[in-house]
């Protein structure tokens, strides 16, 4: 179990933000061909095959990555970085609640700037409070902003929705968000 996390980690560095790395080349969709992304991987010492890779992507927890159709091609279906991958996503009208979670470490810096895709494509929100707290624990004490979605559509902001269930967005300005207060009641702060 053990090797298969570290092969999701390989395969997010690769197929999110580097696949340079090891010579592979994505689409502009994100997509590389599965005979050719295990060719590179092995010629840098990474062990993989096809039956590896499918288990890979039917166990991961986040359901990242997503294999075609006809088999030949793999992708990882948000979290991109890579300039070379620009998805062609259709706008969706979003839940009324969306949810982010991030460390508590950054609450002044998306008070003052909003929410920002930083190094991503886009900003990632989370329908449920449990998933969004999740994602803020990896970095730290998690905090959680709910989203004035229907706001946001309201001004014209576009949503997008992952393969994955990730909701996705440019940006979040801060009229847009509020701080849930996670250690009484759940309310706005």
Known sequence: MKEHTQI??????????????????????????????????????????????????????????????????????????????QRQMIALEPPQYLFHGTASRFIDSIQTQGLIAGQRHYVHLSENKETALNVGQRYGKPVLFLINTPQMYKDGFEFYQAENGVWLTIHVPTQYLSLIDQTKTGSLV
């Open 8 to 85: 999701s980690k390989f395969l997010s560095l690769i197929l999110r933000h580097k696949p340079e790395q090891i010579g592979l080349q994505l689409d502009q969709e994100g997509w590389a061909k599965i005979a050719e992304l295990i060719e590179a991987a092995q010629q840098h010492d990474v062990r993989l095959d096809e039956a590896l890779l499918h288990v890979i992507v039917e166990q991961n927890d986040k359901k990242r990555f997503q294999i075609s159709d006809d088999d030949l091609m793999i992708r990882a279906v948000q979290g991109h970085s890579t300039h070379t991958v």
